[in-house]
């Protein structure tokens, strides 16, 4: 049985912390570090139970670093990728950046294949705290 982490960003006090119980009835959570807060002073992120490269947990809202493989025999370079892992339609995906899940022509990059792709997947921050890292260079 695999493990089900939160985590959460503190909107009013702006830090991050992982969340070790969750209060339904109160709408509180527990931290291992900042004790508790009212859920909706918190953005909570769910582990998508996959590690990076460094053997960092990946959650909801991390930046994360990639490379899109060819695998049509050549006919196309690889592509380096930045982007943002978001829960969506069931799945885990790769947004370009938090209000557009388009590479070009291509659509969101579903989290579990580029992972499978890339041995060199890498967490290099999140949203909430590293949000430079999701912007389009000028």
């Known amino acids: 049985m695999r493990e089900i982490n939160f985590r959460a960003w503190n909107k009013t006090r702006l830090w991050m912390d992982n969340v070790w119980a ?3 009835e109160h ?9 508790q807060d009212f ?6 992120m769910q582990s998508t139970g996959l590690k990076d490269k460094n053997g960092v947990e990946i959650y909801e809202g991390d930046i ?4 899109d493989f060819d695998t049509s025999g050549g006919n196309r370079e690889d592509r380096e990728h930045i982007g ?8 885990y995906e790769i947004w370009k950046n938090n209000v557009s899940e388009y590479y ?3 659509g969101a990059f579903i989290l579990n294949l580029a992972w499978l792709q890339d041995d060199e997947f890498e967490v ?6 590293h949000p430079h890292l999701s912007e389009e260079p000028t």
């Open 64 to 67: 994360v670093q990639f490379t």
């Open 84 to 91: 943002i892992v978001k829960y969506q339609s069931g799945i």
């Open 22 to 24: 969750i209060d339904w």
């Open 124 to 129: 290099i921050g999140n949203l909430y705290e």
């Open 39 to 44: 859920m909706k002073h918190c953005i909570l």
């Open 104 to 106: 070009g022509s291509d």
């Open 27 to 35: 709408e509180l959570l527990c931290f291992s570090k900042h004790n």
